[in-house]
T-cell receptor
Framework: GAVVSQHPSWVICKSGTSVKIECRSLDFQATTMFWYRQFPKQSLMLMATSNEGSKATYEQGVEKDKFLINHASLTLSTLTVTSAHPEDSSFYIC?????????????FGPGTRLTVL | GQQLNQSPQSMFIQEGEDVSMNCTSSSIFNTWLWYKQDPGEGPVLLIALYKAGELTSNGRLTAQFGITRKDSFLNISASIPSDVGIYFCAGHGNTGNQFYFGTGTSLTVIP
């Protein structure tokens, strides 16, 4: 099946630093990837849609200068949390759609736990 | 963005019991997906549905695409401890790439 990886699995950083999270589709190409944020015991909140070769589409209320997204290849999207603060601490999950897939499915990465001190 | 209504919010059941949960939307969808999420991990796709009325099974799990295209159901038969987790539904309409997610159902199975 389609596999999506994320790196790192978890990260602890100091307030004010920037953190980059990678999302890779391992065995398929993905023109479109999605970045979600999830708080404890809550559902997934879509932050942005990452499009290969073009600008990401951000959901209302998500600061594009705060959460930088780069989708430079068909298998890699990155999310950079700039000048992170404690309120940015959360579980970040990416997902990807298989370009060649005949089915309309979305596959998730394992998530990245970010803790900002 | 739109969020789907999923119920129940949580369930506590005895091992061996059957489980039912559902998801409703105000919009018509063409695709319904059901995921399971274990703590600290990403959601894993369980079942995908593409046609109104479709009934699909995956082991002890059975899901149905509602006739109105505004709802979907997931049933788990003879629950076991490893069924514990949060179950999410997700729906996709005619336009765009985005899937809309349900609020989740937290399942606890008591041995």
């Amino acid at each position: 099946g389609a596999v999506v990886s994320q790196h790192p699995s978890w990260v602890i950083c100091k307030s004010g630093t920037s953190v980059k999270i990678e999302c890779r589709s391992l065995d398929f190409q993905a023109t479109t990837m999605f970045w979600y944020r999830q708080f404890p015991k809550q559902s997934l909140m879509l932050m942005a849609t990452s499009n290969e070769g073009s600008k990401a589409t951000y959901e209302q209320g998500v600061e594009k200068d705060k959460f930088l997204i780069n989708h430079a290849s068909l298998t890699l999207s990155t999310l950079t949390v700039t000048s992170a603060h404690p309120e940015d601490s959360s579980f970040y999950i990416c997902s990807a759609r298989d370009d060649a897939g005949v089915r309309n499915e979305q596959f998730f990465g394992p998530g990245t736990r970010l803790t900002v001190l | 963005g739109q969020q789907l209504n999923q119920s129940p919010q949580s369930m506590f059941i005895q091992e061996g019991e059957d489980v039912s949960m559902n998801c409703t939307s105000s919009s018509i969808f063409n695709t319904w997906l059901w995921y399971k999420q274990d703590p600290g991990e990403g959601p894993v796709l369980l079942i995908a549905l593409y046609k109104a009325g479709e009934l699909t099974s995956n082991g002890r799990l059975t899901a149905q695409f509602g006739i109105t295209r505004k709802d979907s159901f997931l049933n788990i038969s003879a629950s076991i401890p490893s069924d514990v987790g949060i179950y999410f539904c997700a729906g996709h309409g005619n336009t765009g790439n985005q899937f809309y997610f349900g609020t989740g159902t937290s399942l606890t199975v008591i041995p």
